[in-house]
């Protein structure tokens, strides 16, 4: 078919890679699909990171830039992009080879959609188990069934929470219509990126496990100053909205505040892990009644009876996470 012979670009942004850059390259390499230009984006690394990927030699656009984060990183890449449709991976993660393929069939089959996404399975340096992305297919009798475009965006992603980065494939043209991602969102950038794009048009969702998700690649003791140095960082909610909210539809709004809940729920935690207790304590506050999971069942009880209840709950997190993050790390 003439659509096989379609450019797609992938975009890797890679910081201090060289544990995994080749695993990740590699799996963007052996793609089924062919016609295919990957480029990494060297964002300041300080180890073996441009020595491995130029090991690739042409089969790799290479460019490096001082370290600016990863949505930079990735901005850049897009800037650099020829392809009809860009996707685009964390370095230390890879794909199975029929991601492009599968996303890519889809994406014809429904050309009023602007991006698809797939399943994914995920490894975390804090867990000894694995988990999926959307929770369902964690039952393999849900693998393997018909792609479809999702009816609506927000209220799908508020209750299967299915999208990541390295997930996802959309049209070039939506990029260059709405923009790149947010620079100064170090925490949560690519969720925000995904809440703005859905506000342009249709989804795809295909059920398959197509990424793997390895947050295991941590140089060893350094676990916990890694999370720390990335949550001191978080913005509020209402910044990480800003492009979002005036966008929004009638039928977006329910949806999107679950979604919203969830963000907020981990920003509290980034919060309370690097000491802001009174800022996560005005949002858990603010959003109260949209916490999820756990950790918002925690947060609202934190809240209950005021500032004299919350602090001494801040308190005995930071030190069971210090405490956790600490032997953890030393696992790795």
């Known amino acids: 078919m003439e659509w096989q012979k379609d450019l797609v670009s992938v975009v890797i942004p890679a910081y201090n890679a060289d544990k995994s850059i080749k695993r990740c390259i590699e799996s963007a390499l052996t793609q089924t699909y062919k016609p295919t230009e990957i480029i990494v984006v060297n964002d300041g690394s300080i180890d073996a990171t441009e020595e491995i990927v130029k090991s690739f030699g042409e089969r790799i656009i290479y460019t490096a830039q001082k370290n600016q984060g990863e949505t930079a990183a990735r901005n850049k890449g897009f800037s650099l992009a020829k392809g009809e449709y860009i996707t685009f991976i964390d370095h230390d993660d890879y794909w199975h080879p029929e991601f492009i393929s599968s996303c890519m069939e889809f994406l014809h089959a429904h050309p009023n959609a602007i991006a698809v996404s797939v399943g994914s399975e995920h490894r975390s340096a804090l867990k000894d188990y694995k988990t999926y992305m959307p929770s369902f297919l964690a039952d393999t009798s849900a693998q393997g069934k018909e792609a479809f475009v999702i009816g609506n965006f927000f209220d799908f992603w508020a209750v299967n929470n299915h999208i990541c980065a390295g997930s996802v494939m959309l049209h070039h043209s939506i990029i260059e219509k709405a923009g790149g991602q947010r620079t100064d969102l170090a925490l949560s950038g690519d969720l925000e990126y995904w809440a703005y794009l859905g506000t342009f048009g249709k989804w795809g969702f295909v059920p398959n496990i197509l990424l793997f998700v390895d947050g295991t690649q941590v140089q060893r003791g ?54 802001e207790d009174a800022a996560a304590f005005r949002m858990a506050k603010t959003y109260k009644d949209h916490l999820r999971d756990k950790f918002g069942r925690i947060w609202k009880i934190g809240i209950s009876a005021g500032w004299l209840s919350w602090k001494p709950l801040c308190i005995l997190i930071r030190l069971r996470t210090r405490i956790y993050y600490y032997f953890r790390g030393r696992r790795l």
């Open 222 to 275: 350094n676990l916990y100053q890694k999370y720390y140095n990335r949550y001191k960082k978080c913005k509020t909610i209402e910044s990480w909205e800003s492009r979002i909210a005036p966008r929004l539809k009638a039928k977006d709004i329910a949806g999107f505040r679950l979604v919203r809940g969830r963000i907020a729920t981990w920003y509290i935690f980034a919060k309370v892990f690097v000491g």
